[in-house]
């Protein structure tokens, strides 16, 4: 009967050289394509015939393959098949076997049976062992040489191998050596071992971004982290605070801890394909899980500001790439897959070996910041929070410098200032907006000018604040504003003259964040002033 798409991979014995076959003449020692089974083509049918054959009259028989051998010599497939309802069934349609009856305590099928296995790796490797011995140059140990490597270690990368040299024509290693085993040998049973391991890893754990596929472990099972923010796995619903951030990262921390010794190791490898058919290892390292776990810690404490309703968190890796050099698409924000993959591995590389935040993606989303009439009103806000954690980290990491994530009133900045400023004259000229009224501010859709002319742009908005819209808000309201206003010029006049026009330092981004998450909540100050002045 046929096989559903649902049904997991069966598993089937293979040789070396039929695992990578491709348009050759190489048949799976038992469960394989109508091609084969069937006496249609005679020359792969022959050729499967013949070892089956040899392997179930060797030491290694199984009772499931003399039934199987003795059917598939009546040659009567394609008519059984097409009695059970399955009429001109394609040559490449796989057949596995069900042995009814068989002296067998273990499964009736052949993809489950172990004793079956075992059969088989008995009997391939005892074919191998009578090859040539060669050096291991993974082991250290003499053994039959692997002569072809698996291909399909990566599940998007199907064709493509780890380790191939197929090319004695053209110039992969000619000048160097005459043959490709002077290049390196590997073992038979490294090989498949090795390569078996990694394909298991990269079904069961590899992440795929962008085509590249990121992959994390221990060498002793263990369970590491996902690739997110550590405190992506805690379960509460509290907005927190920085403090509640640190605590919850200490206790996620210690908790993977406990599972780790001082001498368990983490590994990160990352692995893309150039070609169709090669396979490279882009990134590899072995760390104590130890530090990997510390290096995790304090990325996510480095790299994390305090959002307006969510509280304190670390934007992840590919919101940070999508920020710093993706476009908007229908309200969201993304990247090229391309630019995705190369930017993901510099920053794990930041993240796991605890490396300084480069400048490059903070003027990249620092640009896209300054420039919010691009974007529609969600996008801000998300570009806006990324910059700052990127920001705060960049200024950490390079000049042991560290932004609050509260508002700094007194804080010596003057683009710091200059961001203060520019959200206090957002937010005063939306006052005036009724319900209905969606358009942007003049500060906002001034903001790009603001950023390299600020003292001579604020000036401007002032004005048309000052003219249309400030008269007509209440007493308090003006009131709070004007003191506001004159408290952040007052932080601008105490830095030289000749700063005051300059073009301002990606740091106005978190002033101009944390004034305006100041000015939308409930301030106390304003609502006296405002109740005083109405009284």
């Known amino acids: 009967m046929p096989v559903g798409k649902d049904e997991p991979k069966i598993i089937i014995p293979v040789t070396e050289e ?63 098949l097409a009695r059970s309802g399955i009429a001109n069934p394609a040559e490449k349609d796989t057949v596995r076997w069900t042995v009814i009856g068989a002296d067998d305590e273990d499964s009736e099928n052949c993809w489950q049976n172990r004793k079956l296995f075992e059969a088989f790796i008995g009997y391939y490797s005892a074919k191998k062992a009578a090859d040539a011995q060669v050096l291991c140059m993974i082991t250290g140990q003499t053994t039959a040489q692997a002569h072809q490597h698996l291909k399909g270690i990566i599940s998007i990368n199907g064709n493509a191998k780890l380790i191939s040299a ?27 071992k090795a390569h078996n391991a990694l394909k298991w890893l990269a079904a069961d754990q590899g992440v795929i971004i962008g085509g590249r596929t990121f992959l994390c472990w221990n060498p002793q099972g263990k369970q590491l982290p996902p690739r997110q923010s550590l405190r992506k796995n805690r379960t509460d619903d509290r907005v927190p605070e920085i403090e509640d951030y640190r605590q919850d990262l200490t206790r996620i921390l210690l908790s993977y801890k406990s599972n780790f010794t001082p001498a368990d190791d983490a590994v990160i490898a990352v692995f893309d ?30 790299c994390c500001f305090k959002h307006n309703r969510f509280g304190v968190e670390a934007p992840s890796l590919e919101r940070i790439i999508n920020c710093a050099f993706g476009t908007e698409r229908s309200g969201k924000i993304e990247a090229d897959e391309k630019i ?53 980290k960049y200024y950490l990491d390079h000049k042991q410098e560290e932004y609050d994530m509260a508002l700094e009133k007194d804080r010596n900045d003057i683009s710091y200032q200059y961001g203060r400023l520019l959200a206090v004259l957002e937010k005063a ?11 942007d501010p003049n500060a906002i859709r001034m903001q790009s000018v603001f950023c390299t002319r600020p003292a001579q742009t604020a000036k401007t908005v002032i004005e048309q604040l000052k003219k249309s819209y400030l008269p007509r808000l209440k007493p308090g309201f003006r009131a709070y504003y004007d003191r506001l206003i004159g408290e952040i010029y007052e932080k601008i006049s105490s830095h030289p003259e000749s700063q005051w026009n300059a073009p301002l ?10 004034q305006k998450n100041a000015l939308y909540t409930k301030n106390k100050d304003m609502t006296e002033t405002e109740e005083s002045e109405n009284e």
């Open 505 to 514: 330092k990606e740091t106005y981004i978190l002033g101009y964040y944390l």
């Open 18 to 80: 039929s695992s990578g076959r491709t348009s050759g003449i190489c048949p799976h020692p038992l469960c394989d394509q109508i091609g084969y089974i069937s006496p249609a083509n005679a020359k792969k049918h022959d050729a499967y015939v013949e070892q089956l054959t040899d392997w179930a009259e060797s030491e290694y028989s199984h009772p499931m393959l003399e039934p199987i051998l003795t059917y598939v010599k009546g040659g009567t497939i394609l008519s059984d």
């Open 166 to 192: 197929n090319d004695t024509s053209n110039f992969t290693y000619r000048g160097r050596f005459k043959t490709d085993d002077q290049a390196a040998t590997v073992g038979y049973d490294a090989s498949q």
């Open 340 to 392: 995705v993959k190369q930017h993901m591995q510099r920053l794990l590389i930041c993240r796991v070996e605890n490396t300084k935040m480069p400048y490059d993606i903070v003027h990249a989303i620092s640009q896209k910041t300054m420039r919010p009439m691009a974007y529609e009103s969600g996008s801000r806000d998300y570009l806006q929070f990324t910059a700052c954690a990127v920001i705060r």
């Open 429 to 439: 000229e939306r006052d005036t907006y009724n319900n209905s009224e969606s358009r």
């Open 273 to 302: 394909a150039a070609t169709t058919g090669r396979l490279a290892v882009t990134y590899y390292n072995e760390m104590s899980a130890y530090d990997f776990l510390d290096n995790l810690a304090k990325w996510d404490l480095s």
